[in-house]
């Protein structure tokens, strides 16, 4: 898992994949999405979180509304029980030990360690990928998750994920600026709405999800995070 030498040139390669690379009939955050990924050779960005018994679960939204219409919490449920229940009534959820096996180091992997969550989170994270050998980064937008990461292992890469307010966007930038003095991260990923000028360190977009979106993102920074970019500009499928 340790580089001596942090390899940042894969995070702005090409676009990365937004829980997975979803086209029609996929949902976010699983199996066919990640594999699609694999088979297209895109990195997959994608979001973990405990479950009842801390496994790392790789899931976006606290909680099973939006997609398995379950008032349900993550955190409050088993992976025997979570592993019960369809997706949008068809696919399962993946853990990230489940994850790295399906990718099996083919493509790199962008992780977002969800909050709030347990300060025990990133520890874990480094554990599951003790003996991975493929290329990843994990990013947050809890400054403190950053901080814990770069005491426990500054030898990975680490991003700090920041939304800026579109009518105040210069009051956040200076916010931020102070604050990653603190969490030294190697890039930034900042939201598509806010953006309105560059940065010093290497930045994505995020989430980029139309033509317009991309030309945007690429005036200012150096990579996307995105959707349905296979339908647009240059990486249009033929």
Known sequence: MKNEIKNIEWLFDKPIAHRGLIEKGYVENTE???????????????DVRYDKDKNLVCFHDKDLKRLANLDLEIKDLSKNELK??????KEKIVY????????????????????????????DLLNALKGYN???AVQSFNPLCLIRLKKL???????QLITLDKDRPYTEKLKWSFV????????????VEGLNFSYILP????????????KKAMKYCD????????????????
Do not use: W
């Open 134 to 136: 493929g290329k990843y």
């Open 153 to 159: 292992a500054p030898f990975i890469l680490r991003g």
């Open 32 to 46: 066919k999405a990640f594999l699609n990924c694999v088979k297209k050779g895109y990195a997959i960005e994608t």
């Open 203 to 214: 930045t994505l977009c995020y989430t980029v999800k139309t033509e317009e979106d991309f």
């Open 223 to 238: 990579n996307i995070i995105a959707e349905n970019f296979l339908e647009y500009g240059e990486f249009k499928e033929k």
């Open 180 to 191: 990653n003095k603190f969490t030294c991260p190697d890039f930034l990923s900042v939201n």
């Open 84 to 89: 019960k229940i369809r997706l949008l009534g």
């Open 96 to 123: 990230f030990d489940e994850l790295l096996n399906l990718v099996n180091e083919k493509v790199p992997i962008l992780i977002e360690i969800k909050y709030p969550s347990e300060k025990t989170i990133e520890k």
